[in-house]
């Protein structure tokens, strides 16, 4: 007999055995299939040139005639360290600065360390979750009032009785059977201690690819991430360096006005000494008076420009405001353009583009996500398991003999959610096409934004090279009325004429200089260079921040 139960019992082990392989062989056929559509990377339709460039890859000369004094051609992709093409060391070391200390950029690499948490976080839900587990409970099963109802009481007394039938087995028997009986009701009807410890396991058995999906699309929204850190380290880069040409345009604009201040307080005192001496009447001191007081007033106007550009370049290297007033005090000339400027080819642009990278990233993540809602209408297979020891004792959890354990798989299939299922996968679907269109958007956006960088550069080019000729011209006519005036020959309203049109137009070609090369800036820019250097230098998710920042990782 016990030889028949134990061949019985490795009968039933194997049994269990080969179910257990057969399921496991069967899920890691099935393991492969992932429903939802496959993402593919869509194809920019882009032009084979830009079209504010001649076909021989050059930029088409301005309507006007001028020459221009920088060129733009796809001979070369931009340079990722663009802004050393002005060669101000300074401006170099702001930039550099910029891309280290910046609380935005800061913020960005955070943001990557956020979606790299969640990739880890989607994928462990492939994976088993095994949890330990420990309790207590004191039980009263309550089963008094049952045994009072049904007269079991009652009747295990009356085993016991004299003339018992359970005394035709001996003498004695049926108090024995009493006795017996009611030390197991006693023990049913009083409070009970329960002591467990032991280990739960679950696994889902991801053979439709939700988890995989899932993965996959946190993976994109992490992509989507460094493509936005990328853009706001291009976007700092460039306002940091507009920033910077425009306070060195203030500070010449400023030097400009003292020159002006000079040389019409010269030019006032030659006006008293000539009216003392009869040769120039109070109108025209008056006039030189007015005129030096209207220059003065500009004096203020800029040194305000001046001081608001300091502070926002300090705000963008993440300094206070003041802290890079020494660095800045001293005025230097605005820095002249290159004379050749790379733009590469337009097929070269989505790569460097920061911004199409995001959306290209944001419509695959979008793909995976229908992958994801498909894979909810299929059926949802887990293991599980549990094993531990039970006694009423905590000393008795030492005994292996307290052993228990439950394991097996579960199955859960969706019947009915009230379209809920259907209402998710649509929904999903149109965001996949929705950020399909935005990927098409932005692509033409930045194509839009390249060729209205290179006109304007171009254009603007034209004008501060006749701005430049104005003033030469206009230099040649003061200098000609000044003398006139001296010798008696014009009047001083010849020369406060000559002069105005002379200041403004040297303050006109500044600002000519100035907005080409804030142009320059804007078409590297819209071109996607300078995030290259500063990912490869100090912004990567584990450098690039502050030690408290990087704390938080």
């Keep these: 007999m016990r030889l028949y ?3 019985r019992s490795r009968r039933l082990n194997h049994s269990i055995v080969c179910r257990a392989v057969t399921l496991f062989a069967g899920c890691a056929i099935v393991a492969g299939c992932t429903v939802g559509p496959d993402y593919k990377p869509p194809q920019a339709d882009v032009p084979d040139t830009w079209h504010a460039m001649r076909a021989d890859g050059q930029a088409a000369a301005p309507a006007s005639g001028a020459a221009a004094r920088s060129s733009p051609t796809v001979d070369a992709d931009p340079d990722p360290r663009w802004w050393r093409a002005f060669g101000d060391p300074l401006l170099d070391q702001l930039v550099e600065r910029a891309a280290h200390d910046n609380l935005d950029v800061q913020a960005a690499v955070l943001r990557i360390a956020q ?117 706001a380290l291009l976007s700092l880069e460039a306002e940091v360096a507009q920033t910077y040409l425009q306070l060195r345009g203030a500070q010449a604009q400023r030097a400009l006005a003292d020159d002006l201040q000079h040389a019409q307080r010269e030019l006032r005192d030659l006006t008293r000494e000539q009216a003392a001496h009869g040769l120039a009447s109070d109108l025209d001191v008056r006039s030189a008076d007015a005129r030096l007081a209207q220059i003065r007033a500009q004096l203020p106007q800029f040194d305000q420009q001046i001081v608001l550009l300091r502070n926002g370049l300090a705000y963008l290297v993440g300094g206070a405001p003041g802290a890079l007033d020494d660095w800045l005090a001293a005025p230097r000339a605005l820095p002249d353009v290159p004379p050749t400027v790379p733009v590469g080819l337009p097929s070269t642009l989505a790569r460097r583009r920061p911004d199409i990278r995001r959306a290209e990233a944001e419509l695959h993540a979008a793909t995976a996500d229908v992958g994801v809602a498909v894979a909810q ?92 000729d104005a003033v030469r011209a206009e230099q040649g006519a003061l200098d000609l009325a000044r003398d006139r005036y001296r010798k008696g020959l014009s009047p001083f309203l010849d020369v406060l004429d000559a002069e105005r049109q002379w ?35 100090n912004t990567n998710t584990d450098a690039g921040m502050s030690p408290d920042a990087a704390r938080v990782r």
Excluded: C, M
Aim: hydrophobic share 40%.
């Design 5 to 7: 139960r134990n061949n």
């Design 115 to 231: 979606a790299r948490a969640q990739v880890r976080a989607a994928a462990a839900q492939g994976l088993p979750d095994v949890r330990a587990n420990a309790s207590y409970q004191r039980e009263q099963l309550g089963l008094k009032g049952i045994v009072e109802e049904q007269g079991i009481d009652q009747r295990v007394d009356r085993l016991g009785a004299p003339g018992s039938p359970l005394d035709r087995f001996g003498p004695g028997t049926g108090a024995s059977v009493q006795q017996g009986a009611r030390g197991a009701l006693d023990a049913l009807e009083s409070p009970v201690n329960l002591w467990q410890a032991g280990f739960d396991a679950s696994w889902e058995l991801d053979l439709f690819g939700r988890v995989r999906r899932s993965v996959e699309a946190a993976g994109a929204q992490t992509r989507a991430a460094v493509a936005s850190r990328d853009d």
């Design 377 to 468: 209408f299929y059926p949802d297979i887990s293991l599980t398991g549990q094993v531990g020891l039970r006694a009423s004792h905590v000393r008795e959890l030492a005994h292996w003999s307290h052993l228990f354990y439950a394991f097996g798989p579960a199955v859960s299939l969706p019947i009915f959610s009230g379209g809920a299922l259907v209402s998710n996968l649509r929904l999903s679907q149109a965001r996949q096409a929705e950020a399909a269109l935005a990927y098409r958007q932005t692509v033409l956006v930045a194509l839009r934004d390249v060729d209205n960088a290179l006109a304007v550069y171009r254009t603007d080019q034209a004008r501060a090279a006749a701005l430049d």
């Design 503 to 537: 200041s403004e137009g040297r303050q006109q070609a500044e600002q000519g200089a100035l907005q080409t090369t804030t142009d320059l800036v804007a078409l590297y820019k819209a071109l996607g260079g300078g995030w290259q250097a500063g990912t490869n230098t």
